[in-house]
């Protein structure tokens, strides 16, 4: 068969492999959430949250990925030792901060709306939640990371990496590596 005859065959499965990407995505965010709020269940007291949801946040969320793109450009010189001492930081400071938004027993009421694909390995997955009596909009950007991971969360438009990355990319400017360390440092260390 020449290239003319495969073309369309090929065009035609395109839109499948998309959508097959599309389902793989929101079935892991909602495997995901589930398990986020069965956990939760678990850890019975709100103070036992952060280091019961850790593992699990860690198998959705590319900690990584989120810290790399929060820093921006200044990540490039970090030192391996400096990023993943960063990493560990940001992702304690994010577990600690969605961890408490929840109460032990209260769920979220989710609706999860069509995904899209912005771009190709990225599935953005909006949601509309309900939750003690308020509204939400939020959408999980997703990434091909060692299987779909959640990237960055944009909660009332606001993007959790642009919001954190004006706060990090500032310290980065003022004394490079060590300021953002000692930033993400000083934040985790309050209560």
Do not use: C
Not at 162 to 172: G, K
């Amino acid at each position: 068969m020449t290239l003319r005859f495969l073309l369309p065959l090929l065009l035609a499965a395109a839109p499948l492999a998309v959508s097959a990407q599309l389902a793989e995505a929101q079935t892991r965010l909602k495997s995901a959430v589930t398990e986020v709020l069965t956990v939760a269940d678990r850890a019975g007291s709100r103070s036992a949250l952060p280091e019961s949801l850790r593992p699990v946040l860690k198998k959705y969320v590319s900690f990584e990925t989120m810290t790399k793109r929060a820093v921006g450009p200044g990540w490039k010189q970090f030192t391996p030792a400096q990023q993943q001492q960063a990493t560990q930081l940001f992702a304690t400071l994010i577990i600690r901060s969605y961890s408490s938004k929840f109460t032990p027993g209260e769920h979220p009421a989710i609706t999860y709306q069509t995904a899209v694909e912005p771009a190709a390995g990225r599935v953005d997955v909006p949601t509309s939640m309900v939750y003690k009596g308020s509204h939400y909009t939020v959408i999980y950007r997703m990434e091909q990371v060692q299987g779909w991971r959640i990237t960055d969360v944009v909660i009332e438009g606001v993007s959790l990496i642009a919001n954190y990355r004006s706060q990090l990319d500032a310290q980065f400017k003022k004394g490079g590596a060590d300021a953002v360390i000692s930033s993400l440092t000083q934040s985790v260390s309050r209560p």
